[in-house]
């Protein structure tokens, strides 16, 4: 999803050229480190952060240098509240004037003092004196307006066992969020519950993703089930995959499969587990890392297939198959690894009975394509979907498309370059009807005043990577936005690392269909037509489902109204978010990572000062 400040480099014409195996060019910015500074402390907490980051060598490549430093710091960033949950500190609860806030936490590195300096003398943009912000900002700081107990560690009923009241017809999920009323968790999963023996009793799983605490991760499985085998597909090389291997060493139990990138900036952003049970076999498929930060003030969100009982014995090829063709479209996004290590789990498959799902995989592999293959990643797969599955409605020029999202690429010059052109027309999409709408287009992306007013405050923009150079660069792109946060009080909070995009009735009541994906707002993911439109060229894994009313038995998805508390008697669709979207105001802007934001402090009293 975030190649942005990747994508901030290159030339907008640069999917029609071979640039691939060329650095980016003009590279002078890095992203930012991990700057928030505690108001109310020293910075001492930054320094180890920067110190972290700065502590391991460049990569050869200085493309590489920079996604893989923008990389390691997302994941110091993320990883930092891990420490919370060290047994030696216990569960505790903390002042929100105390400091013990995650920028505070220690450092992985505290070895790396002469970094820890150099680092901590670099030039800092900083638009007032530390000291005076310091004081200012303590004197206006506001009330929490979450309560004291805001950013404990997950309360006692986190983690409460009992099979959780759950939506079984859309099997779509959100995660538990700590610090905010119990209702909002009400029928949500946190990654314990996923991997809870209450699913299935575990023999063994792989977790495909982009991010990974492996040390985490173990403790995430059931204790019983802690020592089976663990397959992590990923797409890190050289040093990253480096310090992967060495994350695991201590569990000998965790085997890698390395996805292969052969297309310049492409990152494995598919989020999936595939759990193989006593009972049977499961797929999620999801949008979180596997890093406690992900797991905790931020809205993720998966779907759960039903448990898949195993065929008799002697069952032909095509048995267990889907109305969606899910397990066909399954094995081929699996086969297109082409990974041995990922083979006994496609023969394992083929032996499943796949054919209750109500879902279409929608998927994205690296390549570039031609004639039928076109259609079988990204967008263009999407398209197809939408056009045979989809139901063409009266007025569908006023049914808005809404694109939700926590990263944004690079997109032209202008929105005729790939938005509007080819983007759109795949969103448009509604049965086999020949009309070329142009409803409504809202994009839903944080705006500055969402993030800081979040459960994580500015920390939460370490995962919302749209950058400057990116976004200086289309700002016509901005005319779409609407805010993450409608709602001052509800669950939107938690910053969405949730990808979802779906057509909705002119009222705001109904859904045409709905897409929940690991997908961003970029070509990278969704992929962009080359060569006079005859290829298209995705250079990211990807993985979601597509949600069409005729799958499941229905006209159209009524928007269910007020989702929280979950209750499992309503058919409608819980739309993670307040519709209609709310526009940005003329004082809005887009959060953008790697900018100061000294003006006013978040809900922890911190600003956001990136080096
Ligand atoms: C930004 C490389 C930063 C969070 C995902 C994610 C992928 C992320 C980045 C990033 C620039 C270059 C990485 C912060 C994410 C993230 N990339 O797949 O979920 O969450």
Same mark, same amino acid.
């Given at each position: 999803m975030s190649q942005d400040s990747q994508h901030g480099k290159w030339s907008v014409s640069s999917s029609e050229d071979d640039d691939d195996e060329l650095p980016p060019s003009g590279t002078t910015s890095k992203p930012p480190q991990a700057t928030h500074s505690k108001n109310t402390s020293s910075s001492a907490s930054n320094t180890e952060s920067i110190a972290a980051s700065a502590g391991v060598k460049p990569e050869p490549e200085p493309s590489l240098a920079v996604g893989s430093e923008a990389r390691r710091q997302a994941a110091r960033n993320q990883s930092n509240p891990v420490k919370f949950e060290s047994p030696a500190a216990g569960k505790r609860k903390v002042e929100?004037? &105390?400091?013990?806030?995650?920028?505070l936490s220690d450092s992985d &590195?505290?070895?790396d003092d002469a970094e820890k300096k150099k680092m901590s003398n670099a030039p800092v943009r900083k638009p007032a004196s530390p000291k005076r912000k310091k004081a200012n900002v303590e004197k206006e700081r506001p009330p929490s307006p979450h309560g004291r107990l805001y950013y404990i560690d997950e309360p006692d009923d986190f983690f409460e066992s009992g099979v959780p009241r759950l939506d079984d017809t859309f099997r779509f999920y959100l995660n538990k969020v700590t610090g905010l009323d119990r209702k909002y968790n009400s029928g949500a999963l946190h990654i314990r519950d996923i991997l809870s023996p209450l699913f299935g009793t575990l023999k063994g799983s792989v977790q495909f993703n982009y991010c990974f605490d492996i040390a985490w991760m173990v403790e995430q499985y059931p204790a019983d089930f802690r020592d089976r085998p663990v397959l992590i597909v990923h797409g890190d090389k050289r040093e990253a995959k480096a310090r992967l291997v060495q994350q695991a060493q201590p569990f000998p139990h965790v085997r890698f499969c390395q996805a292969k990138? &052969?297309?310049?900036?492409?990152?494995?952003?598919t989020k999936m587990m595939l759990l193989w049970y006593e009972e049977g076999f499961r797929v999620v498929i999801l949008t979180s890392n596997l890093i406690r930060a992900d797991w905790y003030q931020k809205t993720q969100g998966m779907w759960m297939s039903p448990l898949f009982p195993r065929l008799p014995q002697g069952s032909s090829d095509t048995s267990g198959e889907s109305p969606t063709f899910f397990k066909r479209d399954l094995l081929e996004y699996l086969a297109s690894y082409r990974a041995p290590e990922l083979e006994e789990w496609i023969q394992r498959i083929r032996e499943h009975d796949l054919s209750h799902t109500r879902v279409y995989l929608v998927g994205s592999i690296p390549g570039r394509y031609v004639g039928p293959d076109m259609e079988r990643w990204g967008h263009l797969r999407l398209r197809k979907l939408l056009y045979e599955h989809a139901r063409p409605v009266p007025g569908e020029d006023r049914w808005a498309v809404v694109g939700q999202f926590s990263s944004i690429g690079s997109m032209g010059a202008d929105k005729s370059k790939w938005l509007a052109g080819e983007f759109q027309r795949t969103l448009t999409t509604l049965g086999k009807s020949s009309l070329r709408p142009d409803p409504p287009v809202h994009l839903l992306y944080p705006s500055v005043e969402d993030v800081r007013t979040s459960l994580e405050g500015y920390p939460a923009g370490g995962s919302l990577p749209y950058s400057i150079q990116t976004a200086q660069k289309q700002l016509w792109l901005h005319s779409y936005f609407h805010r993450w946060q409608a709602d001052a009080t509800g669950r939107t909070h938690a910053m969405p690392h949730i990808k979802t995009y779906m057509r909705v009735s002119p009222d705001f009541t109904e859904l045409a269909w709905f897409l929940i994906t690991s997908a961003n707002l970029s070509k990278a993911a969704w992929g962009a037509l080359e060569k006079n439109n005859t290829q298209v060229m995705v250079r990211s894994y990807e993985l979601g489902v597509l949600y069409v009313p005729s799958a499941f038995d229905m006209k159209m998805f009524t928007v269910q109204?007020?989702?929280?508390?979950?209750?499992?008697?309503?058919?409608?669709?819980?739309?993670?978010f307040d519709l209609p979207p709310t526009c940005y105001s003329p004082k809005d802007q887009p959060w953008i990572?790697?900018?100061?934001?000294?003006q006013a402090p978040d809900t922890h009293g911190n600003v956001w000062v990136p080096s």
């Open positions: 929100a004037s &105390d400091g013990a806030g995650w920028a &590195d505290e070895d990138l &052969d297309i310049a900036f492409g990152t494995h952003h109204k007020n989702p929280f508390p979950f209750s499992s008697s309503s058919s409608g669709f819980p739309v993670p990572w790697n900018i100061p934001y000294s």
